[in-house]
């Protein structure tokens, strides 16, 4: 299974920008899917997450900001990105949990894409 995103790049501050990636290969179902974000010199953190039934979770940094959203037909978790600061400037990587495998014979495990670049000019 390999994920591939897209959707970044550079914006002034106030703009917006939508975070796309989509899973390919082995895929019987989804489960949790995500984002996370990157600063440089600061550890990865969650942006937002969603479950295979929809229930959201952001950061209280994104609140109000960030929307998640799956398009489970197409394997694709999106994270639309509005009043964007400075701050938000990081490397977004998207996360799913993905099962593999038949009804009867399956496991889960978790990818990560490679990370689309955001940048958010004063």
């Known amino acids: 299974v390999q994920l591939q995103a897209s959707g970044g790049g550079l914006v002034q501050a106030g703009g917006s920008l939508r975070l796309s990636c989509a899973a390919y290969?082995?895929?019987?179902?989804?489960?949790?899917m995500g984002w996370y974000r990157q600063a440089p010199g600061k550890e990865r953190e969650l942006v937002a997450t969603?479950?295979?039934?929809?229930?959201?979770n952001y950061a209280d940094s994104v609140k109000g900001r960030f929307t998640i959203s799956r398009a489970n037909a197409k394997n694709t978790v999106y994270l639309q990105m509005n009043s964007l600061k400075p701050e938000d400037t990081a490397v977004y990587h998207c996360?799913?949990?993905?099962?593999?495998?038949?009804?009867?014979?399956?496991?889960?495990?978790?990818?990560w894409g490679k990370g689309t670049q955001v940048t958010v000019s004063s």
């Open positions: 996360n799913q949990e993905v099962v593999s495998g038949t009804s009867w014979n399956n496991y889960d495990m978790d990818y």
């Open positions: 969603i479950t295979s039934g929809g229930a959201t």
């Open positions: 290969g082995n895929i019987f179902s989804i489960n949790d």
